[in-house]
């Protein structure tokens, strides 16, 4: 399962609901900088590191060589998992010895980094801050291709390896933050080599060959559940580059996240809001900063899961999901927070662009700088009045919102497998909308 637009789609509410149906939950990249909220009965859960499969019991949930890990954080969601009696082993979490470790300086880094390029000129228009989410996210995976500064958490336990490493680290990182400006001591060795080795050593018996297990799993019949983190549109590749994550979010990350070959999976449930937010900044073609923004902001509690923000929305943008389910190779749709779009006399739906030079375009623009530039062709369709949050069926929906499903699986020629109308596993409707 993967996000079509630009995160917050819901994919912790559908991961929990696929989940019942597979044996292994598989988390393929990013880090710390995703949120997946799952709601069960009074219970919520805001997940980052840990795939959301382990809120159900009997589950093996992998993060695999994909995924950056920030220890400190991981640690600290598994003790706060356990405390709500939930069982976290050796058996039903396995960690990649391959994954890359987020360290303090990564997020220092990081925020150092948004804060001297906000105050930076920039002649194409957006600034050039990401508004990342401060995880150290970047940084960790730049020092992961650059190669002689990463530590994967393969190494961790190893103190005495870990200080040496360290000792060679902290000296050029000290000088980086320096220059951008952070006024702090000099990083110390000795105490993150301690801190963090104890953090390896708290971490050792989930730490293993996780290319091996998963090829194990799948040879030994087990079913496999990818849980893509952030979304298609924040792709380093295929997203609206710059302002986009580091790291292969659409389901080409599986295969280098995992060490499964591709094709990995049967079938890829894409991901999308009954409407589009993104937080950061970067183009977003049907953003709108008025009333209408901003009562899909209050109606769909539209604030991030990691950082909090206010997240900015607007009207679905189905040119921007075509191409996601086009990349990630969608076979289905499942449309969240159905529910928020009740209440207006009409919506609308953009299914092109119009470009300055006037043409017409039903393609996307994943490079930013053009993307700022596409106006949007509107189709406005007529809304509803009622409330569907108590829905059970396709069937009880009001007909005007079974054409806007209809008419997103028109545009996207893709059946619409689960529909949602509300964060409880109940509030979910299943079935094609129809019929
Ligand atoms: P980073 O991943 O913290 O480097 O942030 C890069 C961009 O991706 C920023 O615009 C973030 O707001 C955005 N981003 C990263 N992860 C998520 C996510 O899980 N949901 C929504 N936006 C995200």
Request: with cysteine.
């Amino acid at each position: 399962m993967v996000g079509l637009q630009w995160g917050d789609e819901g994919k912790g509410k559908v991961v929990d609901l696929l989940t019942a149906d597979h044996d292994v939950i598989v988390r393929y990249n990013g880090g710390a900088n995703a949120g997946h909220t799952v709601v069960i009965g009074e219970e919520k859960y805001a997940l980052h590191l840990l795939p959301s499969g382990i809120l159900s019991g009997g589950k093996i949930c992998v993060i695999g060589n994909g995924v950056v890990v920030d220890p400190e954080m991981l640690l600290s969601e598994i003790e706060g998992i356990r405390s709500r009696g939930i069982e976290i082993n050796a058996g039903n979490l396995l960690i990649s010895d391959r994954a890359h470790v987020v360290m303090p300086y990564h997020k220092e880094h990081d925020a150092a980094l948004e804060r001297v390029l906000s105050s930076a000129i920039d002649d194409s228009g957006p600034g050039l801050s990401i508004g990342t989410t401060k995880r150290g996210i970047g940084p960790a995976y730049a020092d992961k291709v650059h190669r002689s500064l990463a530590i994967r958490m393969g190494e961790l336990a190893d103190a005495d390896h870990l200080r040496s490493r360290l000792e060679v680290i902290c000296a050029i990182r000290t000088r980086e933050l320096d220059a951008l400006g952070v006024e702090a001591p000099p990083l110390d060795p000795h105490e993150l080599a301690e801190r963090y080795s104890e953090y390896g050593r708290l971490l050792e018996n989930h730490i293993t060959d996780t290319v091996y297990a998963l090829h194990d799993f799948r040879n030994n019949g087990r079913s496999i559940l990818f849980e893509g983190a952030n979304a298609c549109l924040l792709d380093i590749d295929h997203g609206t580059f710059p302002y986009v994550t580091s790291s292969n979010c659409s389901t080409l990350g599986i295969p280098a996240g995992t060490g499964l070959p591709a094709p990995c999976a049967d079938e890829v449930v894409g991901i999308m809001k009954a409407y589009t937010t993104r937080v950061g900044a970067g183009p977003f073609p049907t953003e709108d900063t008025g009333p209408i923004g901003e009562r899909i902001r209050e109606r769909g509690n539209e604030y991030g899961t990691t950082t909090g923000r206010p997240r900015r929305c607007g009207w679905l943008d189905l040119v921007a999901v075509r191409y996601s389910a086009m990349i990630c190779g969608a076979t289905s749709i499942a449309c969240m927070l159905l529910d928020v779009l009740s209440g207006f006399d009409e919506l609308k739906i953009c299914s092109s662009y119009r470009l300055p030079d006037g043409t017409v375009t039903d393609r996307f623009i994943p490079d930013a700088r053009r993307l700022l530039n596409a106006e949007p062709i509107w189709e406005t369709v007529p809304g509803w009045a009622e409330e569907i949050d108590t829905s059970q069926n396709r069937s009880d929906l009001p007909p005007e919102a079974l054409a806007y499903l209809d008419r997103i699986q028109e545009i996207l020629g893709l059946p619409i497998h689960l529909v949602s109308v509300g964060p409880e596993r109940t509030q979910t409707l299943a079935g094609s909308p129809c019929g």
